[in-house]
């Protein structure tokens, strides 16, 4: 595995107060440079906590993060030059216009007037807000404004980007373009780390996934390997009369080629199995006999990765 | 990594945030003038123009007795420096108190700035220089103010330079880290009660438009507002610009100030760093 840049060990964040809440739960976490590194799962599964430790805004209860060698509890201020962030919530700077909000966080890191003015007009151009740098950030869109906090974050040459739910609240035009913003970076050499809760977007854009629930990491693994991990390419639900003959049926649907899994779901039996032809068509038939009155075929999905593993859905 | 490299970081990321708040400043230049010279302007006007010409208006003022008694000079000469330290003061708690509650509120537009090469006090302690800059530049607008309104001319007189410059600029800090103690602690939603609250209050208890040496006749009121920051503004401009005035020790002036900065900014930054960080 190349280089790690970001090093997460024995993470820990309980949050004070009456009822003390253990957001983050003995995180370890290593994301190779030069990925895009996703953190999937639930509302409350401790992903916000997680990154803001991770970009000096909270304080850990246990453990360590570094970034780049940078411990970022004990040099904060440093570890910052490697950190870019664009948090939940819009955090632009509404007095100063879009030029200004780049040019200016130019200058927080140390670049002189011409180079944060070159730097804001290549951002500008490469983010297609060239004809709005005028604007003020009250005057975007939700997807220009989104935009324009990727721009600011990456201005002073970060070497980890992180994104908390990007693409929470954009249209799905504006996400895909977000999505192609994001890829884009890799050709920069910038590292991403994202959290989502949509397994449409952890699967399309990371390289590597960790599937993150009330503040402990259930698995880590490349988004093709997650979804090998159910054991099977395709997956029949099979909706049967009655319950008698399923223990029954599910024995005759192992025997079958090509089936890899057999379980019980509600109401049925779920087959799991290697796509071949003729396959559907065998344990149609083989079912047929039982009782079936419904069948209906998907392939793995992160979701279904997600519900092996808690029992629950992603997203309730 | 070197120390000469983290301050040339640390100052370039302070200087960059002075540039941007210089910006924002400079677009609202007419808006900030007038919130500047108004309430020094109508105090001027009432009480040293429009009342000396109403019939038995010297009566209405209690203190312009006073003020005669003192050296004379009029009422003008007693409202001078406490009408700078009350603009200096307003330009703590508009420059930063005001514009921290909306930068805590839900859009927590203070981030990118939070997020930059700098400890977090040092980003806190940008917010009271640059407040400070604005207090100064409020103060000195009642000086021509002082000059034209009044009908009776002022009877202003630098003793000491030194003493002038280090209490306008220990009183405009005091004010800056006020503003940040504030804007901390109060949340977003009830920034506005802090007028009623706190700045009328100890606007009135601040020696602004009276000596504290007249409050000697009322004396758990002048021990009382001793506890009142303004007052040392009040009375150390008084010292520097109306020494025949009587005023407090200058030494105590300059010690209490110096006490308030300490105490203030170190409270304001606790403050700012428990709202930044979680
Ligand atoms: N500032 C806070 N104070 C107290 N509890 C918090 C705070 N922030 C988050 N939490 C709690 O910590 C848990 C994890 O939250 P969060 O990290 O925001 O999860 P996610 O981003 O995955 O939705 C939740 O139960 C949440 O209520
Ligand atoms: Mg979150």
């Given at each position: 595995m190349s280089e790690t840049i970001v090093a997460i060990t024995g993470l820990r964040k309980v949050y004070g107060g009456k009822n003390p809440v253990t957001a983050v739960d003995g995180i370890d976490l290593r994301v190779p440079a030069g990925t895009i590194y996703g953190l999937l799962g639930p509302n409350g599964a401790g992903k916000t906590t997680t990154i803001s430790i991770a970009t000096t805004r909270a304080i850990p209860t246990a453990g360590s993060v570094r970034i780049a060698g940078v411990d970022v509890v004990a040099q904060p201020a440093l570890a910052r030059q490697s950190i870019g962030v664009v948090p939940q919530y819009n955090t632009l700077d509404r007095s100063c216009t879009v030029a200004e909000n780049i040019y200016f966080h130019c200058r927080y890191f140390g670049m002189n007037k011409g180079e944060a003015e070159g730097r804001t007009a290549r951002l500008l151009e490469q983010f297609r807000l060239s004809d709005r740098a005028k604007a003020y950030p009250q005057a975007l869109s939700g997807g220009l404004a989104q935009r324009l906090q990727i721009a600011r974050a990456i201005a002073h040459k970060p070497k980890v980007l992180f994104l908390d739910e990007p693409s929470a609240g954009l249209d799905p035009q504006s996400r895909i373009a977000m999505w192609d913003a994001v890829q884009a970076l890799r050709g920069e050499g910038i590292t991403v780390v994202l959290t989502t809760h949509y397994m449409e977007e952890a699967d399309e854009l990371c390289d590597r996934l960790a599937i993150i629930d009330h503040g402990k990491i259930l698995i880590e693994d490349t988004p093709a390997a997650l979804k090998a991990s159910v054991g099977g390419d395709k997956i029949y639900d099979l909706r049967m009369r009655d319950a008698d003959a399923r223990e029954k049926l599910e024995e005759r649907l192992r025997a079958v080629e090509g089936v890899t899994g057999v379980e019980a779901i509600p109401g049925g039996i779920r087959v799991l199995a290697r796509a071949q032809d003729g396959l559907l068509a065998r344990v149609v038939m083989t079912a047929n006999e039982c009782g079936l009155q419904d069948v209906t075929t998907t392939e793995p999905s992160l979701e279904t990765v997600f519900i092996r593993m808690t029992g629950r859905e992603l997203r309730e | 990594m070197k120390s000469e490299q983290r301050w040339g970081i640390y100052s370039r990321a302070f200087l960059g945030l002075m540039r941007r708040d210089l910006r924002v400043l400079s677009r609202e230049l007419v808006p900030f003038l007038v919130r500047v010279a108004m309430n020094p302007l109508l105090f001027l006007f009432v009480f040293t123009y429009v009342m000396p010409h109403m019939s038995g208006g010297a009566k209405m003022s209690?203190?312009?007795?006073?003020?005669?008694?003192?050296?004379?000079?009029?009422?003008?000469?007693?409202?001078?420096?406490?009408?700078?330290?009350?603009?200096?003061?307003?330009?703590?708690?508009?420059?930063?108190?005001?514009?921290?509650?909306?930068?805590?509120?839900?859009?927590?537009?203070?981030?990118?700035?939070?997020?930059?090469?700098?400890?977090?006090?040092?980003?806190?302690?940008?917010?009271?220089?640059?407040?400070?800059?604005?207090?100064?530049?409020?103060?000195?607008?009642?000086?021509?103010?002082?000059?034209?309104?009044?009908?009776?001319?002022?009877?202003?007189?630098?003793?000491?330079?030194?003493?002038?410059?280090a209490v306008l600029v220990l009183a405009s800090l005091v004010a800056g880290a006020?503003?940040?103690?504030?804007?901390?602690?109060?949340?977003?939603?009830?920034?506005?009660?802090?007028?009623?609250?706190?700045?009328?209050?100890?606007?009135?208890?601040?020696?602004?438009?009276?000596?504290?040496?007249?409050?000697?006749?009322?004396?758990?009121?002048?021990?009382?507002?001793?506890?009142?920051?303004?007052?040392?503004?009040?009375?150390?401009?008084?010292?520097?610009?109306?020494?025949?005035?009587?005023?407090?020790?200058?030494?105590?002036?300059?010690?209490?100030?110096?006490?308030?900065?300490?105490?203030?900014?170190?409270?304001?930054?606790?403050?700012?760093?428990?709202?930044?960080?979680?």
């Open positions: - | 209690p203190v312009a007795g006073m003020a005669a008694a003192g050296g004379g000079g009029g009422f003008g000469t007693v409202l001078l420096p406490g009408l700078m330290a009350v603009a200096i003061m307003f330009s703590g708690i508009a420059a930063v108190a005001l514009p921290l509650a909306q930068e805590f509120g839900i859009t927590r537009e203070i981030d990118d700035r939070v997020m930059c090469p700098l400890p977090i006090a040092a980003v806190a302690m940008e917010k009271i220089v640059f407040s400070a800059i604005q207090s100064v530049i409020a103060a000195a607008l009642v000086f021509p103010l002082a000059y034209y309104v009044p009908s009776t001319p002022v009877l202003a007189h630098v003793s000491s330079w030194w003493l002038l410059i006020l503003g940040l103690t504030i804007g901390t602690s109060v949340q977003p939603k009830q920034i506005g009660l802090i007028f009623g609250v706190v700045v009328v209050p100890i606007t009135f208890l601040g020696c602004v438009y009276y000596p504290w040496a007249a409050l000697g006749h009322i004396r758990w009121l002048q021990w009382g507002v001793l506890v009142n920051p303004i007052v040392y503004m009040s009375e150390g401009l008084r010292a520097a610009l109306t020494p025949s005035m009587g005023h407090m020790p200058e030494a105590l002036i300059l010690a209490m100030l110096v006490f308030f900065l300490v105490l203030l900014t170190w409270v304001g930054m606790k403050g700012f760093a428990r709202r930044v960080l979680s």
